[in-house]
């Protein structure tokens, strides 16, 4: 089977957005009063009720996570956890593979953003939150669709203390660990290399030479 490698992200920014500290500030000092989807809703409550059903343990979050690929992985890797896998997207999660998800992964559709706004009215705490190669918006009036600029920033920042991102963009990287900073949360930026690429794009991305970044909170 042909490789075709994957482009690497074209964008006029050649910098962390002009921005991007009075969007981040603004949205870190302004409730974001959007109505929550329904759909959104009713995966929370299936959470939830899963959750209890499983006695409260300890959860590790996969927002974003696509055809489910790191879920899985996760799952297999953290078998005392419940396994959470996000994503709008309910094509990308109805495939054969996530057939063989283990009984402490739960795949739900949703608006990833309500998710943690629901979490966060909930008090729920999660050990673990990855964000895996998210789409990086790279047109600069875009900036409020990344994870950085976003106006439910907030409502990411606390509902874990153990966040990882990772994206072949190292703009985006540095944009993500500014917002921490700026948040006031400790964090690290650093080359990545996966030993075991666990998604679509990480695999693609290794195999085409892309940078790959990654950042962590510190008690990531």
């Known amino acids: 089977m042909s490789f075709t490698p994957a482009k690497t992200i074209a964008s006029r920014?050649?910098?962390?957005?002009k921005n991007l500290k009075s969007i981040v500030t603004k949205h870190l000092n302004t409730e974001f009063k959007k109505?929550?989807?329904?759909?959104?809703?009713?995966?929370?409550?299936?959470?939830y009720l899963r959750w209890l059903?499983?006695?409260?343990?300890?959860?590790?979050?996969?927002?974003a996570c696509g055809t489910g690929?790191?879920?899985?992985?996760?799952?297999?890797q953290h078998p005392q956890y419940l396994v959470v896998g996000?994503?709008?997207?309910?094509?990308?999660?109805?495939?054969?593979?996530?057939k063989k998800l283990a009984d402490n992964g739960l795949l739900l559709r949703c608006d990833c953003t309500d998710f943690w706004?629901?979490?966060?009215?909930?008090?729920?705490?999660?050990?673990?939150?990855?964000?895996?190669y998210p789409n990086p918006w790279p047109k600069?009036?875009?900036?409020?669709?990344?994870?950085?600029?976003?106006?439910?920033l907030p409502s990411l920042l606390v509902i874990s203390d153990?966040?990882?991102?990772?994206?072949?963009?190292?703009?985006?990287?540095?944009?993500?660990?500014?917002?921490?900073?700026?948040?006031?949360?400790?964090?690290?930026l650093s080359r990545f290399e996966p030993a075991v690429p666990i998604t679509a794009f990480e695999r693609k991305y290794s195999l085409s030479g892309h940078e790959l970044w990654q950042v962590k909170t510190e008690s990531s």
């Open 53 to 63: 059903e499983l006695g409260k343990p300890k959860i590790i979050l996969d927002s």
């Open 162 to 188: 153990a966040t990882v991102l990772r994206t072949n963009w190292k703009i985006y990287a540095q944009e993500f660990h500014e917002a921490l900073s700026i948040a006031g949360q400790a964090a690290t």
């Open 69 to 76: 690929e790191s879920t899985r992985f996760f799952a297999d």
């Open 86 to 98: 996000l994503d709008q997207s309910a094509k990308r999660l109805l495939n054969d593979d996530n």
């Open 35 to 47: 109505p929550i989807a329904a759909y959104s809703q009713i995966a929370f409550d299936s959470f």
């Open 140 to 152: 600069t009036e875009h900036f409020q669709r990344r994870w950085q600029g976003h106006p439910r």
């Open 13 to 17: 920014q050649a910098d962390t957005h």
């Open 117 to 132: 706004r629901l979490a966060e009215k909930a008090q729920i705490r999660f050990e673990k939150h990855f964000l895996l």
